[in-house]
Structure formats: C-alpha cells, structure tokens
C-alpha cells in the first residue's frame, strides 16, 4: 500500500517525516523480513522508537505490519497521529479487542521487538490476537536503522552542527569559578534546546535514562555509573547518576569533562569535549593530563583513518589497540573494551566498535568516536565526535577535536 502525503497544515515547530521516507523504511523492513522468515504473517509493535521510526509518531497503542498492508492502532492520541504524521493508515482504538476483530483470526507466530516489550504488554496483546509463538525481530530493526538515509543524515548534520557551536564555543564562556556541575550541565543543555535540540537523550540500554549529560569536575569524572560508558559522575544524588551535582563548585586546577547529548527531530549525535580550569603550568600533574589529551586525540584520528566502506567494524578496535602502547591500563576507557559506538534515533545503537561486530562498514553508517582516559586522582580525558561513513571515509558532523583547551 502506497503512502500519501496527508492534506494537513503543519505548524512551524512540527517537521513530519517525509512520506517517501515512511514507505522506503516499509519496503526495506518487508524484504528484510521475508529474506529471515519466508511466509512472515504478522508484526506487532509498541516501543516508542520503532513507532517513530516507521510511522513519524510516538502515540501510544500498537504498529501492525502484515505483508499486504501496515496500520496505526492509537489509543491515545490518535488527533496528534494524524496532525503531525504522514503514515497513510491512522485508526483510533479503545483496546487491542478493536484490533483484533479487524485482523479476524490471528497468525501462528506474532513477530516483536522483545527487547523493548514488557511481559505486561505482551500478555494484554495475547488476550485478544490468540497467537501460539513469539519470534524476536530485534535484529531486523537494528540492520535496518544502522545505515541512515539522506533525511536521516540531514537531522543529524543539523544535530552536529548544534553539538559543534554548544560544546566547543559556547562552553567555554560558561566555565567561571563557582559554578556547579549541576549548573552548567543545565546552561549547556539550555543552550542547545533553544538552538532546536529536541531535548532529551534516548539509550537502548534499561540503565540509560532521558537525561541532561554529565558535567563533572575533577576526579568526580572517575565515578563509574550504571551506565555502560567511560565518563561518570557523582550525579544530582545516589538516585540520579547523570548531570552533576549541585554543591560541587568549580575550582581552579580541575577537569571540566563535558559530555552532553543532542539531537534533532529524534536523532542524536554524541559529543564530549574536555577543559581545564586554571594554570595548567602549576600544575604538578600537568604534563601528564596533556599527555593523556593528546593520545585520546591521536586514538581517535587512528580509528577515522581506518572508517571506509568494507572495512570490518570490530577491525577498527582490534587494529588500533593492537598498536596502541597501553600504559594506562584498565584507566583507558575506564575499563571499557570498545571505541566508540552506533548512533541514531537512540544514543547506543548496534553495533560498537568492539571485538565481535564483523558487520562491515557501510555509507550511510554513523559512530560515536569516543577514546578516553581516566587519570586518577585528576579526572577524566578524553574526546567523541559523531562521523558518518561515506565513499571516501569517514565525515564529522560534530565538528574537529582540539588539544586540552585552558581556561584561567
């Protein structure tokens, strides 16, 4: 079934996806489908995330793709569905008993995002579609999100190009003695909602939660999270481990790691720049901490080079660290054993740049490129910038990294 451009007044602050984009995802998803499960009947989904990525909408209800056609099922709100959507086939429900009757006898096998569903969801939907089986299609969706389109990349150019001017130029008036983590976490988010960010962070991961970033000073930048990444925090408190905290003042002689998401009509570009606050000369561990900088920065341009298509992913980190003379031990990536890794319409998308991915890399393909270094006792180091791979390599849409920039 074709999808038609709706008649519909769009407000200024709503940008729908292309119709043309919604039916390609469609087709791709449909041949994706019939090549790892000839005879596929019927895929049912709910995650927020795949219901924007097929339909332009995060309205709550459910996503039923059958082989023949594709329709919205909304409970609530099926009037902004159909506002700010160009999916052709929008019907409002009070439960799945509406649904179910319009599909009449329900297939064998019911094809779902597993990872994202709750075992709640589940049983409501099996209440009423009298399905046998359950089969994943988790990989599915990741191999089709993991090569962008041209609109796709678009968003997240204007994402850079937000992350670019927060970050690396206007971060830098903002760093004064006496100001909180908690603060200027706050400011620089600010900053980048009044630029057009879309103003939160989205993780796959059930850890990542839609936050803010991290500001961290110092050795509070040592602090491990839950979260799978290198950079930490103390956070707000035991509760809340992101953003930074409220009472931890900003002193001369300390780190300023920096580590906040954008993103821009729900793609996300991943970015961390780091300062130092004082005379960096007086600093006893000085050359140390610019040292540790310029080997981050030297990681990174390491793995770009190496960024072009064909190129097997988990190459990228085995090649690199098999070179890399490791004398920080487990304080490079605060113990991590990735480089970097896939983003999009969520912050950690598969795959990373880490033994085990063997996918190869594709144009259209974008990675957080992130080598770090905890420094103990100081802080953290380190740089990430976003890259799309293209015919000719690897592009930034975050702008350049830079040296350890001071501020006095």
Known sequence: MAILEKETVFTDSIRPVPASELEARLERFRTAMEKRYPGWEMVALNHKVAMYYFTGTMQEGVLIIRPQDAILWVRRSYDRACKESHFDDIRPMHSFREAAAFYGQSPRIMYMEIKRASVDWERMLHKYFAFEEIVGIDAVLQDLRMVKSKYELEMMATSGAIHETVLDVIAP???KGGISEAQLAINLYGEMVARG?????RFNLPMGEEVIGIAAFGK????????DGPGGTNGTCIAVQSIGNAFRKLKPGRLVYLDIPCGFDGYHTDKTVVYYYGDINKDEQGAKILAAQERCLELEQEVVAMMAPG???ESLYLRTMARFNNVYGDSFMNGGKFLGHSIGLVMDEAPAIAKGFKQQLEPGMTFA???K???????MVGTENTYVITERGARSLTGRSHSLRVIE
């Open 173 to 175: 008036t903002m760093i």
């Open 197 to 201: 960010s879309h103003g939160v962070a």
């Open 220 to 227: 509070s930048g040592l602090v491990r999270t839950a979260f």
């Open 311 to 313: 190129v097997a992913i």
């Open 369 to 371: 490129v992130e080598p």
């Open 373 to 379: 270094i905890a420094l103990p006792g100081l802080g």
